[in-house]
């Protein structure tokens, strides 16, 4: 049975900081492509940053400079941190698991809320 679940959600004000953890069980998440996607009411899910290894790393060009993805092999955890968050970062966040060797698996987290508002 795999399971990615998510924590660190929550109310933030405009320019402050928050961690976003997913831990998996279940699976090797180093074997996997781990992402962070995140989606707002009324828009797409869109990805927000990917990881396999330090020096693979994706964001979207909103978050760069801002957020920054990580992985802890020995914990099985990926990690998001986020600094200086504005308005527009409020949405559900979700953690992702992907890969393509002999077919294609992917898991989702269930997602988290993460509104950013004075």
């Known amino acids: 049975q795999v399971q990615l679940v998510e924590s660190g959600g929550g109310l933030v004000q405009p320019g402050g900081s928050l961690r976003l953890s997913c831990a998996a069980s279940?699976?090797?998440?180093?074997?996997?492509?781990a992402g962070w996607y995140r989606q707002a009411p009324g828009k797409q899910r869109e990805l927000v940053a990917s990881i396999f290894t330090s020096t693979t790393l994706k964001y979207a060009d909103s978050v760069k400079g801002r957020f920054t993805i990580s992985r802890d092999n020995t914990k099985n955890t990926v990690d998001l941190q986020m600094n200086r968050l504005n308005p527009e970062d409020t949405a559900v966040y979700y953690c992702n698991a992907y890969r393509d060797t002999l077919r294609k698996v992917e898991y989702w987290g269930q997602g988290i809320q993460v509104t950013v508002s004075s």
């Open positions: 279940g699976m090797m998440f180093s074997l996997y492509t």
